[in-house]
């Protein structure tokens, strides 16, 4: 995404300072976490005096004999059915049947004569047994996944799109069922920008995406030019803190609507060529049902504005026409949030599909 039209100075202080500030956004997940990963089951009660607070599926205390697993380097970690689980959400099968799948490597470690398993071998395991019980396709993306994890590659994923479509709810999901501990929002990157530089300066960055700014016209041209530049503000400090995160080998996920579709890619592309950068436009085709997810918000959220969302919902609707048209020029894929498609399998597959195509590359040097 062009790094121009942030600061008139030089631009690199600014990318610093948002980075530093953006320091405490992970590591993902916060108290959700265990909600997610079905730790937190019905029926289990919390300790008693003296017992461990863990969740009773990460406690190495879980198995009834201790497995280490250990990986290249030889070092050894316990075996946890409840971080197996969560590798397994990768390729989109439900929370409850990658618990099962766990359990049952989990026995099968059990069942061993030793007290150690590679981590390899533990892999190959984890790959029989999701084709045993879900099916060769998902056995095939979880073992992809495994190896496109260990490439060390950083990875990625974007989602863009319009205001009240579910991208921070399925961004919050994805994060987990893809063991991305940074998840980054657009909409907190422009309150850092709004401390440092004023309304004077940059006053379409001080208004709501659908709003003009004071002393223009309310019509669609006016507002959407108004979107459009803050969008490349807070997308060029976007880009500096996607940057910083892949020089430091951090995968990452980032949501929000100030991505206009293809830009971060193309940008992190120049700068970052060894980053896997997987992008989507989420959208709701069904006016009706992006009008049901403002309303809940304005219920769940209050703090979100949602009655401003609603009264001005043509505005977001046409703002959502606008970004599927900048997606089909730059090629970026559309999801419409209310398919039953599984979004995780299509990240998975296109960030495999990219890791295997670059090895298969001949080399230029």
Request: proline fraction near 5%; include cysteine.
């Amino acid at each position: 995404m062009p790094t121009h039209g942030v600061d008139n100075r030089n631009g690199r202080p600014l990318g610093i300072a948002i980075v530093r500030c953006l320091s405490g956004f992970g590591p993902f997940p916060s108290p959700n976490h265990r909600i997610l990963t079905g730790d937190l089951r019905v029926g289990h009660r919390q300790p008693r005096k003296g017992q461990s607070n863990m969740p009773r599926d990460l406690s190495i205390q879980d198995e009834a004999r201790l497995i280490q697993v250990k990986d290249r380097a030889g070092v050894g970690l316990p075996f946890s059915r409840g971080l197996m689980a969560t590798s397994i959400l990768a390729t989109g099968l439900g929370t409850e049947h990658a618990y099962r799948i766990a359990a049952r490597i989990a026995s099968v470690l059990q069942d061993r004569n030793s007290n150690e398993v590679d981590a390899e071998e533990l892999t190959e395991i984890a790959g029989r047994m999701i084709r045993e019980s879900a099916g060769d396709e998902h056995a095939k993306r979880y073992l992809a996944w495994r190896r496109a994890k260990r490439s060390g590659r950083p990875i990625v994923v974007c989602l863009g799109g319009s205001s009240g479509v579910g991208k921070s709810t399925i961004a919050t999901r994805l994060a987990l069922r893809l063991g991305v501990n940074r998840v980054v929002t657009t909409d907190a990157i422009r309150e850092v920008l709004r401390t440092v530089i004023p309304p004077t300066v940059l006053p379409e960055l001080h208004v709501s995406t659908y709003e003009s700014v004071d002393g223009q016209d309310g019509s669609f041209g006016a507002r959407f030019e108004s979107y459009r530049r803050q969008a490349r503000a807070v997308g060029a400090a976007t880009s500096a803190v996607a940057s910083r995160l892949v020089t430091e080998g951090r995968s990452a996920l980032i949501e929000g609507v100030h991505l206009l579709p293809g830009e971060l890619r193309a940008d992190l592309a120049e700068k970052k060529p060894d980053a896997v950068v997987v992008e989507f436009l989420l959208i709701l085709g069904d006016e009706r049902l992006h009008l049901g997810h403002l309303t809940r918000r304005l219920h769940s959220e209050p703090g979100r504005q949602g009655a401003r969302n609603l009264e001005n919902l043509e505005m977001i609707r046409r703002i959502q026409d606008e970004l599927r048209s900048m997606a089909e020029q730059a090629g970026v894929e559309e999801f419409d949030v209310a398919s039953p498609e599984d979004l995780t399998q299509r990240i998975v597959d296109q960030v495999v599909h990219q890791i295997e195509d670059r090895a298969e590359a001949p080399s230029t040097s």
